[in-house]
């Protein structure tokens, strides 16, 4: 397949900071492509270089496009005087204008010289009517009004009035008349920035099954693991910590499968290293205590004797001396043993309560949290639910004792541990990364270097850089590294996949599996929802509503 876009040894840095470093990749005519990786990566950056908003420090970004290149971008923001309709002819204006340039072309094809032939001009249109009808008709320019109504209504807008203003419109709906207006323009490459934002479940399956049909090609960042599992034929991470971009095939399931093959690969290579160096100590060893073989002398020959005896001992000396030069050159570059994959370790695994450990009742924030009650024994599951604005981040905090109530009552058992949705780091100014994750720890920063390293969050090289360097989604897991390494009985996750790599998610969600404390998640993500296993509230706003194993609870 043709490549359509390309970059090759590019480099991007803001302020000193590098995001991108010597990065090469191409994207192949047809693909669809999902960008994944944490939260202050690189991905928004490497969608910029590629629809030409930013340029490259160093190396070199190629589009072959004709048929155009779309953008749908997270900060993008509409004029509010336009209306829906102005919206719509905007993202079309190249269509129509492709289909008048056709229509002039038609009546300049139909001249005439003094004799009745074809004129030069003539021939001139009509060559350049069949470049352009077919790149008109590859762009499925007779059925952009169809697939403005497909796109309106399939996006949940169909009732939208067209003459609508902009400023008149909720911001999850002036993004999903971004989108719809975009997907009617029909681009032939769509690059597309977390279009799974604001869309609920039925516009979520819609997108999904236009992307999979739709001619073209499409490179989509998302954090949407339900997303990428249905659209994407390829994966790219952007390593935030190598600064690399990394390619895995086979959409969303060959991604999960080269990354835990890759984590065997480095468990095998660790487990040779390992037996080559004890085989080396061993001969090492062996060898030193070997002796001349205790002959006796045949012929009363002692000097000979002792000669054959010396040549012996050198042959071992040089053998141990052999032995310890290659186990010098392996400890000096070893393979150290791939991080255990993210567990709620023994200290996590609670301290043995029994009974009620939150138990709240007619709790309410003004403003931002409607009467509330719930109950969470030990042990207990809750997944918290909810439109934004229905309060799930103001509960989780009053449940921390983060924020008073202005109404109710709270009570709670045993040690508490919240991650909030934006990740919090408390270190002083200039801390590093391992001051941070020590900080409150008794014993020496140093002696915690270890344990973080374990978890396999960090590489070492970065235990030094400081906080205020880290990106997003380097601050949550520091945070998530603090909190799962503290004893805690009631874990309170806000987001808690937010900002993540999927791959880590993964490994997040099973630690959790095995988590013995009371948890409670308040969670957006579709393939977290699809897989929980117990209790559901969902906060509709004006009231919580009790769904599924949580309807036996009392509600206001």
């Known amino acids: 397949m043709p490549t359509q876009i390309s970059a090759s040894a590019v480099t991007k840095s803001y302020a000193g900071r590098t995001v991108l470093d010597g990065v090469s990749c191409a994207l192949s005519a047809g693909e669809r492509a999902g960008i994944v990786g944490e939260n202050g990566s690189g991905k928004t950056t490497l969608l910029r270089l590629f629809t030409g908003q930013e340029q490259p420090d160093q190396g070199e970004i190629i589009v072959h496009a004709e048929g155009g290149v779309g953008h749908l971008a997270q900060e993008e923001r509409l004029p509010p005087a336009l209306t829906v309709q102005q919206v719509i002819d905007g993202a079309l204006r190249e269509l129509r204008d492709m289909e008048q340039r056709l229509r002039t072309l038609e009546a300049a094809i139909s001249e005439t010289d003094a004799a009745g032939r074809p004129s030069p001009n003539s021939q001139k249109a009509q060559r350049e009517y069949g470049e352009l009808l077919t790149a008109f008709e590859l762009r499925g320019g007779y059925e952009a009004e169809a697939r403005v109504e497909r796109a309106l209504h399939g996006l949940g807008l169909g009732v939208l009035s067209r003459e ?18 975009l997907l009617a323009a029909s681009p032939e490459v769509l690059v597309l920035d977390e279009p799974t934002n604001h869309l609920d479940d039925a516009a979520l399956r819609w997108l999904e099954d236009h992307l999979r049909t739709r001619r073209g090609t499409t490179l989509a960042v998302s954090h949407d693991r339900a997303f990428l599992e249905r659209v994407a034929t390829t994966l790219w991470e952007v390593d935030a910590d190598r600064h690399q971009v ?22 095998e290579a660790h487990e040779r290293w390992q037996a080559e160096a004890e085989h080396l100590r061993e001969t090492a060893a062996t060898t030193a205590r070997r002796v001349a073989p205790g002959r006796a002398m045949k012929d009363g020959n002692k000097m000979a004797y002792d000669r054959a005896a010396g040549r012996v001992q050198q042959s071992l000396a040089g053998r141990v001396r052999n032995a310890e030069e290659r186990l010098r050159r392996l400890l000096a570059d070893p393979v150290p043993p ?33 009467r509330t009650d719930l109950t969470v024994a030990a042990g207990e599951r809750l997944l918290v639910t909810g439109p934004n604005g229905a309060g799930k981040s103001t509960l989780l905090d009053v449940l921390a004792g983060r924020a008073e109530p202005d109404t109710g009552r709270i009570s709670r058992r045993g040690r508490i541990g919240h991650l909030p949705q934006d990740p919090e780091v408390a270190a002083a100014a200039g801390a590093s990364l391992l001051h941070a994750y020590a900080e409150g720890r008794p014993g020496p920063v140093e002696e915690h270097a270890e344990r973080l390293l374990s978890l396999g969050l960090f590489a070492a090289e970065r235990l030094e850089v400081p906080v205020a360097r880290l990106s997003t989604g380097q601050r949550q897991r520091l945070a998530l590294a603090r909190l799962v390494t503290e004893p805690v009985d009631v874990l309170l996750l806000d987001e808690p996949t937010n900002h993540l790599s999927p791959a880590l998610v993964e490994e997040l969600e099973e630690a959790l599996d095995a988590y013995a404390g009371a948890l409670v998640v308040v969670s957006h993500d579709r393939r977290l929802r699809q897989r929980w296993r117990g209790a559901h509230l969902a906060l509709e706003g004006e009231a919580p509503l009790p769904l599924g194993a949580a309807d036996d609870r009392s509600h206001p």
Request: with cysteine; hydrophobic share 40%.
């Open 164 to 181: 609508r203003t902009v400023g008149g419109l909720s911001g999850g709906e002036r993004v999903r008349l971004r989108l719809a207006a």
């Open 246 to 267: 990394v390619r895995y095939g086979n959409g969303y399931a060959g991604y999960l499968a080269e990354k835990a093959a890759a984590r065997r690969r480095w468990a």
């Open 338 to 370: 791939p991080p255990v994959p993210l567990r709620c370790t023994a200290a996590l695994s609670g301290s043995g309560l029994r009974g009620t450990v939150l138990d709240a009742e007619n709790l309410s924030v003004r403003g931002r949290l409607a």
